[in-house]
Structure formats: structure tokens, C-alpha cells
């Protein structure tokens, strides 16, 4: 069964940043893509951005493009999420979510491709 443990979610200002982690565990990291995606009060869950097995291939929302980082090390078993220049609609509760794929530069980009999920962690953006 693989679990997946999100932390780094927080208040803070606009302008600021903030850097998630997720600490995946019960299946070799390495096989499996990663993303992450946000919940917004009253809103759907939405994609944020997700990154290939090997790291060598990200993606991300247009919302979040030029300020946000997707980043995995895999000898961690842990993927990133650095948020910069932070606004308040980033305000959300952030999920990591794994997939597995047979093909090393696979990006996942839709919620039913992941069968596995995070707890999520809250991220509040003051203005």
C-alpha cells in the first residue's frame, strides 16, 4: 500500500513562498509519477503541477506557471512543490498524489490517473 505524508503548508503573506514536501513510502519511488493539486473552500480539486518518474519532465497549471517549482528526490523518497510569489486564491489545501506508469518520462496529468493521495495540507495566503 503506498502512503503518502504531505507537510510544509502554512499562513502567509502575499509575495511570500512556501515549500511542500510529501514522503512517499510502500512502493520504489522511482517507478511511480507524482503530482500535486489544490482544493480551494467551495471549489473542485484542480491540477497544479506533476513531474515524470525520473524527474527529467515536469508540468504545471497555467495559474501557478513562473512561480511555482515541482521537484522529487528520489533517493528521499520525497517530492517538492516551492511556491513563490504567493497569492491569496492560492489559498487551498494542497494534496500529493502518486500514479503508476511503465514509462519513465509520463507525466500524469488528471486526478483519475492517481489511485494513491495525500492527506493534503492547508495553505493560507494573507493579502
Known amino acids: 500500500q503506498v502512503q503518502l505524508v504531505e507537510s510544509g503548508g502554512g499562513l502567509v503573506q502575499a509575495g511570500g513562498f512556501l515549500r511542500l514536501s510529501c514522503a512517499v513510502s510502500g512502493r520504489t519511488f522511482s517507478t511511480i509519477a507524482m503530482g500535486w493539486f489544490r482544493q480551494a473552500p467551495g471549489k473542485e480539486r484542480e491540477f497544479v503541477a506533476a513531474?515524470?518518474?525520473?524527474?527529467?519532465?515536469?508540468y504545471y497549471a497555467d495559474s501557478v506557471k513562473g512561480r511555482c517549482t515541482i521537484s522529487r528526490d528520489n533517493a528521499k523518497n520525497t517530492v517538492y512543490l516551492q511556491l513563490n510569489s504567493l497569492k491569496p486564491e492560492d489559498t487551498a489545501v494542497y494534496y500529493c498524489a502518486a500514479g503508476n506508469t511503465g514509462i519513465t518520462g509520463l507525466l500524469l496529468l488528471t486526478a483519475r490517473e492517481y489511485p494513491y493521495w495525500g492527506q493534503g495540507t492547508q495553505v493560507t495566503v494573507s493579502s
Open positions: 513531474i515524470s518518474r525520473s524527474g527529467g519532465n515536469t
